[in-house]
């Protein structure tokens, strides 16, 4: 474990975490909401510091990112652990476990072994996924400096429920960012994640203004988020906010590897094509569908001419653009290249 590096104490040995939008105040021998912090004697500690529960190489599309180094993998990997508590989680046997067993699981791999593993395999950039690298932060942090002194890059996929003070630590580490936003409804939020709404949108305006790559991802539940109205406003403020050549994911849910959702139907096929042509009326450039392979929805388009640019079924790719042009106009098609 590791002495947390954001929080502040309080009378009585108490603390006030300040890694996330929650702000916990948490008393002596309790955690946060996380379930990774805990106070112990009036310090704030990281329970999962250096205990990596998943290490893997994807497909950067997976994350998913279809304009930040396409075609390339990328070492993802994460702790137990998250300051949600959705529904939807498909990873929740690992976001979950330390609230509902209290074990902190993982294998102790320090920061310089995990830039040498990326180093080794060749690979461009480090994904701090599967859970939320915000809960994790103390290590993110560290394994992210050394990876930018080695010239690889750092993606985060995470729910965007950071606070400010985590945002101003990492920002200047973090090369890009897919930002679960989950619904456009502040009860979507408090009743079905265990947070709210507006923190997840002032971390999205942080991050454009910080010119940092943003992709932004809606799963699209039905009954729960898949109104017109809900994403026509989901599609409006990606537009207005993070402007017209930010990439939206509209995503298929399945119940049956969902945590809390198993009685509910998959999203229709039909529902993420309504979704994705909100977004095109919207304005936006880029909108794909997600989890449905074989959908021209997730190929690139040229904007300007229409051309197909980057064809993909599920995580291959074959590229048609010319150094990120269109090979048919040469319009810029806003793809992170290197």
Known sequence: MKECFLYKKLSEKKVRCQNCSHYCVIL????????????????LYALNYKKVVALNIDPIEKKPFFHFLPGTYSLS????????????????????????????IGEEIEPKEVVRLALENKLPSISYTYTEPTIFL?????????????????????????????FDLVSPYLDAANVDLKSFSDKFYLKYCGGRLKPVLDTLVRLKNK???VEVTTLVIPTLNDDIKNLKKTAEFIKKELGPDT????????????????????????????AYEIGKKAGLKYVYTGNVPGLP?????????????????????????KNGKCPKCGQDINLILK
């Open 28 to 43: 002596p021998g309790r955690r946060g909401i996380c379930g990774v912090r805990e106070n112990i004697d009036g310090k």
């Open 77 to 104: 990997l994460a702790t137990v652990g998250c300051n949600f508590k959705c529904f939807s989680c498909q990873n929740f046997d690992i976001s979950q476990m330390p609230q509902i067993s209290g074990q902190i």
């Open 138 to 166: 103390e290590y993110a942090l560290e394994i992210m400096k050394i990876a930018k002194e080695k010239g690889l890059k750092n993606n985060w996929v995470t729910n965007g429920f950071t606070s400010k003070e985590a």
């Open 211 to 213: 010119g940092i790559w």
């Open 247 to 274: 990439p939206w994911h509209v995503t298929q849910f399945c119940g049956k590897i969902s945590w809390k959702f198993q009685h509910i139907e998959d999203t229709p096929v039909e529902t993420l094509k309504r």
């Open 297 to 321: 929805t997730e190929d690139t388009f040229c904007p300007k001419c229409g051309a197909l640019v980057i064809d993909r079924t599920g995580y291959i790719i074959h590229r048609h653009d």
